[in-house]
C-alpha cells in the first residue's frame, strides 16, 4: 500500500465502494494478520495497515468477485482516490543493517526519557492521556428523591451523548455498539435494581456502580464468550454514567492521530483501538513480553510501555515524539527533530522493503553458519503470510489461541481440519505445535478454571492437561491423525519436573500406537528454570527443546510478565537467563537434539547476535520480524557471535549486556 496515511477511513471507504459492487465474498490481510471482509469498512479500519505493508485479497471461488480481483488491485495500486508517492524499491543494498535509531537531542529542550521498547517504529502526534479515573462520591443520601433525579437526569444527558454518537459516526458496527448501549440504558431490570438500592438509602452513584460491578461480574462469569464479552460494555456505560453523577467530565479523544499515553493498556485495549487515530502508545506500566506488547506488536502501532508514573503527567496536546525501538520518547521535540524521525520513518521502511525482498532466503551468516528461521502464529490462517515473510517453519504453534477462535470447545474433528489446514499450507515445512497452554493470563471461556492466588504459579499449561488427559488425548489424536506423515514435532508448555515430561510423553505413546506417525518429534518447551537446569536429563529423552524466553525471564527473575510496576525489569538478556539458555543448548547438543527460541526475544536485534552465540538451532518470532532479522544474520559473522555470547554470559546485568558491542 503506497498511500501516504495507509489505508485510512478515506481510501478504505472507497475500497468498500468498489468490493460491494460484486456479490461474492472478498476478504483482505495485512501482511500476517487475519483476514478480514473487504467489504466492511470497520474491519478495514481495523487492519491499521501503514505505508508499505502489503495486503492480500481472496475472492469466494466462482464468483464474480474473483474477476473482480484485478480491478480492485488495480485501484489499490492507484491510490483508491488519493495522490500517491510510490514505495521506491531501488534502494542501494549497502546498508540493509537494521539499526536501532537513537534520537540525537540538539537543543536543551529536548529532553530524552526512556522506557521499555514494546513494539518497533517511530511515532510522533499530541498526547492523549487517560489518567485513571477517581470517583468520590457518598455511600449513602437522606433524599431518595434527589438520588432518583440526579440519576434521571445523568441517563438523560449520557443517553443524548450517545444519540450524538450515532449520528456522527458512519461506520455500522460503531452504530450497532452505541444503539445496543441504548438499549443496556434503558432495560428495566437494571432500573430496577438501581432503584432498589437507593431506597435502601445509598446515593445514586453508590447504587449505580453496585449494581453496574455485580451485573459486569455475573456477565464475565457466563460460560459463552461473546456474552462474557458484553461486561465490558457494561462497565463501559457504567462509567459514563457515573463520571456524570460524580461531575467527572468526559474524556474525547483527539481526531488526528495522536499518541495514546495511559497507566497500562490491556491486550484487549490494544485490540479495540481506533489504528488510524492512535499512532503510538505509551504507557507508565508494563513489560515488553505482557501480552498487550504482543498485540501492540502484531497490530504494528509503535509502542513504548513501563515509561513510569510521569508520563501521566504531560499534558494532552504537548507534542511527543516516540522510538519504539529504543524505547525513547521525547516531549515537545524540537522541529528538526521531527523531521530526521520522519526522515528515519522512511528509511526503515525502506530497510524493510529491501529485507523483504530477500525474505525466502536462507539467514547465513559472512562465515557460512545457517539458522533455521521460523514464525510464531496463533492463527492457522496466518501460516499462508508466514510463509511468504520467509518462514522455513512454523517455529511455535500457540494451539490455545486457534481453541479461542472457536466459541466452544473445539471437536476432535474441528481441530484436525485447523492442523491439516497449517500443514497444507506448510506444503513439508515442519510445524512445531504446543500443546494447550490455558491458564496463567490465557484463560479459555469454555474451560472455567477455580480462581487462583497466584495464576502463573498454579494450573496452567501441562499442569493443567495432565489433569485433563482426555482433553489432551483428544488434540493428540487430532493432530496425529492431521499429520499424514509430514514434519510435526509437538511439544508440552510448562514443563518444571521429568515426572511431567514423562508423563505426557506416555500418553502421547498410548496414542501413537493407534495413530502411527511416521515424521514426529516430541520435544518440551524450556520456560521453567527447573527444566533448563535439568536439561542434561531431559535431553536425553525428548527430541528438542524450545526456550519460551518470555516464561524463562518471569520465572528466573521471580517478575511476573505482566506486573504493572515491575515487568519492565523482565529483560530476557539478563545473564541468568542467558546461562539457563547456555545450559539448555550444551546439554541438547551433547545428545544431539537441537534448541529452538520462540519467545520475544528471538527478534530482539541486540539478541540475535547473542543467541546465534550460544548455539541455538532455531529462532521463531512474529513472522513480520522475519526479513529483517534474516537480513541481520546475514551480516553477521558467526565467530564474532560467539565472542559476544561469552562476554554476555560474563555480564551482571541486562543493561551491561545490552551494552556490548554498542
Ligand atoms: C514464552 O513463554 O516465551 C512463550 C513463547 O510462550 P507464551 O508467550 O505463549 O507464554
Ligand atoms: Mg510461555
Redesign the pocket.
Known amino acids: 500500500m503506497a498511500n501516504a496515511h495507509g489505508l485510512h477511513a478515506r481510501p478504505a471507504t472507497q475500497l468498500v465502494n468498489l468490493t460491494k459492487k460484486f456479490q461474492g465474498e472478498i476478504h483482505v490481510q495485512v501482511d500476517d494478520g487475519a483476514f478480514v471482509s473487504a467489504k466492511s469498512l470497520t474491519k478495514l479500519l481495523s487492519l491499521g495497515c501503514q505505508r508499505g505493508q502489503h495486503l492480500t485479497f481472496i475472492a469466494e471461488p466462482d464468483s464474480d468477485a474473483v474477476e473482480g480481483l484485478s480491478q480492485i488491485i488495480a485501484a489499490v495500486q492507484q491510490g483508491l482516490g488519493e495522490e500517491i508517492q510510490p514505495i521506491d524499491t531501488q534502494q542501494n543494498t549497502a546498508n540493509t543493517q537494521p539499526e536501532i535509531l537513537t534520537f540525537e537531542s540538539n537543543t536543551d529542550t529536548d529532553a530524552k526519557t526512556q522506557g521499555i521498547a514494546a513494539s518497533t517504529g517511530l511515532a510522533y502526534g499530541p498526547a492523549y492521556v487517560i489518567k485513571p479515573r477517581q470517583y468520590d462520591y457518598p455511600r449513602l443520601a437522606s433524599n431518595i428523591k434527589d438520588e432518583s433525579l440526579k440519576l434521571d437526569i445523568a441517563l438523560h444527558t449520557v443517553k443524548n451523548n450517545i444519540y450524538q454518537l450515532i449520528a456522527k459516526t458512519d461506520v455500522d458496527d460503531i452504530k450497532q455498539i452505541f444503539t445496543a448501549h441504548l438499549e443496556m440504558l434503558d432495560d428495566p431490570e437494571l432500573i430496577h435494581n438501581v432503584q432498589k438500592g437507593l431506597k435502601q438509602g445509598l446515593s445514586a452513584a453508590a447504587a449505580w456502580h453496585d449494581y453496574i460491578e455485580s451485573a459486569a461480574q455475573a456477565q464475565e462469569a457466563l460460560q459463552d464468550r461473546l456474552l462474557a464479552e458484553r461486561a465490558a460494555d457494561l462497565r463501559d456505560i457504567g462509567e459514563r454514567i457515573l463520571a456524570h453523577l460524580c461531575g467527572v467530565e468526559e474524556q474525547i479523544a483527539p481526531d488526528s492521530p495522536y499518541i495514546l499515553i495511559m497507566q497500562d493498556v490491556g491486550p484487549s485495549d490494544v485490540a479495540r483501538l481506533n489504528k488510524e487515530r492512535v499512532a503510538g502508545i505509551l504507557t507508565a506500566v508494563g513489560g515488553a513480553s505482557a501480552h498487550s506488547a504482543i498485540v501492540a506488536r502484531a497490530l504494528g502501532i509503535p509502542a513504548i510501555v513501563g515509561a513510569g508514573q510521569h508520563v501521566l503527567d504531560i499534558q494532552n496536546n504537548e507534542t511527543v515524539l516516540i522510538n519504539g525501538d529504543s524505547g525513547e520518547f521525547i516531549i515537545q521535540p524540537d522541529a528538526t527533530l521531527i523531521e530526521q524521525a520522519i526522515h528515519e520513518r522512511e528509511r526503515q521502511h525502506t530497510l524493510r522493503l529491501e529485507a523483504e525482498k530477500h525474505c525466502m532466503a536462507p539467514a547465513i551468516t559472512l562465515d557460512h553458519h545457517q539458522i533455521e528461521i521460523a514464525a510464531n502464529i496463533g492463527n492457522i490462517h496466518a501460516t499462508e503470510q508466514a510463509v511468504n515473510d520467509g518462514a522455513e517453519a512454523i517455529g511455535l504453534l500457540r494451539t490455545e489461541l486457534v481453541f479461542m477462535a472457536h466459541q466452544n470447545a473445539p471437536s476432535e474433528e474441528i481441530q484436525q481440519a485447523d492442523y491439516r489446514t497449517v500443514l497444507d499450507t506448510l506444503a513439508g515445512r515442519p510445524l512445531v505445535v504446543r500443546t494447550l497452554?490455558v491458564g496463567g493470563d490465557k484463560p479459555l471461556p469454555y474451560l472455567p478454571l477455580p480462581s487462583e492466588e497466584n495464576p502463573f504459579l498454579g494450573l496452567r499449561g501441562i499442569r493443567l492437561t495432565l489433569r485433563k488427559p482426555e482433553l489432551l488425548q483428544q488434540q493428540l489424536i487430532a493432530l496425529l491423525k492431521a499429520a499424514d506423515d509430514r514434519p510435526l514435532r509437538i511439544m508440552f508448555?510448562?514443563i518444571g519436573r521429568v515426572e511431567e515430561w514423562r508423563a505426557a510423553k506416555a500418553i502421547l505413546d498410548e496414542v501413537r500406537q493407534q495413530y502411527p506417525c511416521k515424521n514426529l518429534q516430541v520435544g518440551i518447551?524450556i520456560?521453567v528454570p527447573s527444566a533448563a537446569l535439568l536439561a542434561p536429563i531431559l535431553a536425553q529423552e525428548v527430541d528438542f527443546f524450545s526456550i519460551?524466553t518470555?516464561?524463562l525471564t518471569q520465572y528466573t527473575l521471580a517478575i511476573d510478565r505482566g506486573h504493572p510496576l515491575l515487568s519492565a525489569e523482565a529483560d530476557g538478556l539478563h545473564p541468568s537467563i542467558l546461562l539457563l539458555i547456555d545450559q539448555t543448548v550444551r546439554a541438547a547438543h551433547q545428545y544431539g537434539k537441537w534448541v529452538g527460541i520462540c519467545g520475544e526475544l528471538a527478534a530482539d536485534p541486540k539478541a540475535v547476535p547473542i543467541l546465534m552465540g550460544l548455539g541455538v538451532d532455531e529462532l521463531s518470532m512474529s513472522s513480520t520480524s522475519i526479513p529483517l532479522v534474516k537480513a541481520q544474520i546475514r551480516q553477521l559473522n558467526f565467530t564474532d557471535c560467539q565472542t559476544l555470547a561469552h562476554q554476555a554470559l560474563q555480564c551482571d546485568s541486562a543493561t551491561s549486556v545490552r551494552a556490548l558491542g554498542a
Open positions: 497452554d508448555p510448562m518447551m520456560e519460551g518470555n516464561d
